[in-house]
């Protein structure tokens, strides 16, 4: 990881770089762009994908450790004449690293963790982006629309001159059939339309035509990485998918063209009144099944929902407040789904998790938590059943915790930041659990210390069959810093069994 002082540098480079190349950026990329990010990416799928036949999910393997130094410093080169900034960047990325105090020369990748690695990912994967925009688009893309459907057209008119003839029956039953075919040729051979989106380096091609030149494309994109940018398409990752029959997985979604006959739409064109089927052909963004029990799993153990004995320490406040924000952030992130109902079972088996996990902690039943916290929470014209806390404070407004009150309803206008502000629990925290002169093991109150890890990750290095309740609650609360009585302390250094039981309060 970069140090203090060269993050700054990086982001200064960083803020020159973006105002440069920002506005030369293709617009179907969307990833560690301002004002961009997986809704808009996904979105512009929904808006303009209509009618595709075959998506191809472009996977590059090992993108980011494989990006080429010397095409990434010539790319630059091509619009950037400083030789000092050149220069710069060359030895932000020849850096290298140190692991187990030896040092790694870096002989290819952008600089891990490092603030100007995604500017320079997309600076080099802008000439997919032109390749796809300026080669294949135009050579894949032909005709306004696609001609009538011969055989449509046919059980129209017999529908038709059936009804005339006064024969209602089989009227009604011509147009059954009719409704069933598509109106256009599907066939088209004078029809075809390429679309392209990318976030980082994932991408996805959607394409109307056969399933041949669907390959072609495949290929020809695979052939540009390997020989224009030293990265290789991963054969066995890289899908080519029927949109209508099958599911293309991007950016944690599922995603399918919709193909429903049953329902339709009364609309008049030319004065003419149209029954038209309403959804056929449309984009439609789904939750992958796995995604729900995924998260649900957090929160359970031996299949039921579970209270999480590593936070039950922390505040009523505290623990609601967690509750609250991981459960948005979920729906938040899937607001674009058609079947975001499906998170009414994660949203069930967190309530009662949270439930459990407040009962346990106050030594009540869930009953009673309900009866102490619960409430009704009203957004715009709905009601919800949830919880709230307030925690008055003198001279100031009280902190208000609040679950539930967040509607699963479809909302393709949703937008969410790729870097949201983070929450950081700052030195006044810490100073006030010292300042509560308790052991946060034992409840003890003598000898306290503080017991320091260097990163968070080292707690994830613990080989042992279960993990420590120490460590538990140090990953729950993403803490490198606990508060121990001297005993404790000991035992956790030497990784000896505790000595001291672990307080129930």
């Not at 009203?378 to 003198?394: C, M, N, Q, S």
Request: aromatic letters at 10%; proline letters at 4%.
């Amino acid at each position: 990881m970069p140090t203090w002082s060269d993050k700054l540098v990086q982001e200064v480079v960083r803020s020159i770089l973006e105002a440069y190349y920002e506005p030369q950026f293709s617009d179907h990329s969307h990833g560690f762009r301002p004002g961009r990010g997986c809704h808009t990416a996904l979105r512009e799928i929904h808006y303009d994908w209509r009618g595709t036949n075959w998506f191809i999910e472009g996977d590059i393997s090992e993108c980011f450790d494989r990006l080429n130094h010397e095409l990434i410093l010539k790319t630059l080169q091509e619009k950037i004449h400083d030789g000092r900034i050149i220069q710069l960047i060359k030895n932000m990325l020849d850096a290298g690293y140190m692991e187990n105090w030896k040092f790694n020369r870096t002989l290819s990748g952008t600089p891990q963790g490092g603030i100007i690695s995604p500017i320079l990912s997309n600076v080099l994967l802008d000439k997919l982006d032109k390749y796809v925009e300026t080669t294949l688009i135009p050579k894949y893309t032909k005709g306004k629309q696609r001609r009538p459907n011969p055989v449509y057209r046919n059980e129209v008119r017999r529908a038709r001159r059936a009804k005339k003839r006064g024969e209602g029956e089989k009227s009604a039953l011509l147009k059954k059939r009719y409704q069933k075919l598509p109106s256009k040729d599907v066939y088209d051979p004078n029809f075809r339309r390429l679309r392209y989106v990318r976030y980082a380096d994932d991408f996805l091609l959607g394409f109307c035509g056969p399933k041949e030149e669907a390959e072609e494309i495949k290929k020809d994109v695979k052939e540009f990485l390997h020989e224009e940018l030293k990265l290789e398409l991963s054969d066995a990752k890289t899908l080519i998918t029927h949109a209508k029959s099958e599911k293309a997985k991007f950016l944690g979604y599922e995603i399918h063209v919709n193909q429903t006959d049953g329902k339709r739409v009364f609309e008049v064109r030319d004065g003419v009144p149209v029954n038209r089927r309403s959804i056929n052909g449309q984009i439609s963004l789904e939750i992958p099944h796995g995604v729900r029990n995924k998260y649900s799993e957090r929160y359970m153990k031996y299949g039921k929902a579970t209270h999480r004995p590593e936070i039950v320490k922390d505040s009523v406040y505290d623990i609601i407040t967690k509750y609250q924000l991981e459960y948005r952030g979920i729906v938040n992130y899937y607001k674009l789904a058609h079947n975001l109902h499906t998170l009414n079972y994660l949203k069930w088996v967190m309530q009662t998790s949270l439930t459990k996990t407040l009962a346990h902690k106050l030594k009540v039943s869930v009953n009673q938590i309900y009866d102490k916290f619960g409430t009704d929470i009203v957004v715009g014209d709905k009601t919800y059943k949830g919880l709230r806390v307030i925690v008055p404070r003198e001279g100031k407004d009280p902190l208000i915790a609040i679950w539930g009150g967040i509607p699963l309803i479809w909302d393709i206008k949703a937008t969410l930041e790729d870097n949201p502000k983070k929450l950081y629990a700052g030195r006044t925290e810490l100073e006030k659990r010292l300042q509560a002169q308790l052991c946060e093991h034992c409840a003890s109150t003598e000898d306290l210390e503080v017991h320091h890890i260097r990163k968070l990750s080292d707690l994830q290095q613990y080989t042992g069959r279960e993990k420590p309740a120490w460590v538990k609650f140090m990953s729950a609360r993403k803490r490198k810093t606990m508060i121990l009585c001297r005993t404790c302390h000991l035992d956790v250094t030497f990784g000896r069994p505790m000595k001291r039981q672990k307080s129930s309060s």
